[in-house]
């Protein structure tokens, strides 16, 4: 079994910064793929970026590009998003999640990550 916990979600005003992290326990390999997804209230859960089995990024909504980035320590077995320049749009709570299947490109699909995390809330506002 694998087990997601993110944490460093919180209020930040817009154009500030937020670090959220994804540590990972259990059963994991190194290779998992990591991908973290938001949902805002009222809206599907979308994906936002992840990192593959051979550390291929992908961002998985335009709107965050040259913004968010995201990072993996493998030795903490952590993977972090880093956010940057928040908008109120970006207000959701996010979710980690894993992909057992190696893969050299990850999935922007919920459906294909089989473990997460229970979310963490951020929240962008003056």
């Known amino acids: 079994q694998v087990q997601l916990v993110e944490s460093g979600g919180g209020l930040v005003q817009p154009e500030g910064s937020l670090r959220l992290s994804c540590q990972l326990s259990g059963n994991t390999d190194d290779y998992y793929t990591i991908g973290w997804f938001r949902q805002a209230p009222g809206k599907e859960r979308e994906g936002v970026l992840c990192i593959s089995s051979i550390e291929e990024i992908t961002y998985l909504v335009d709107s965050v590009k040259g913004r968010f980035s995201i990072s993996r320590d493998h030795a903490k077995k952590t993977v972090n998003l880093q956010m940057t320049r928040l908008k109120p749009e970006d207000a959701a709570v996010y979710y980690c999640?894993?992909?057992?299947?190696?893969?050299?490109?990850?999935?922007?699909?919920?459906?294909?990550?089989?473990?997460w995390g229970q979310g963490t809330q951020v929240t962008v506002s003056s």
């Open positions: 999640a894993a992909d057992k299947d190696y893969r050299s490109y990850c999935s922007g699909l919920s459906v294909d990550y089989e473990y």
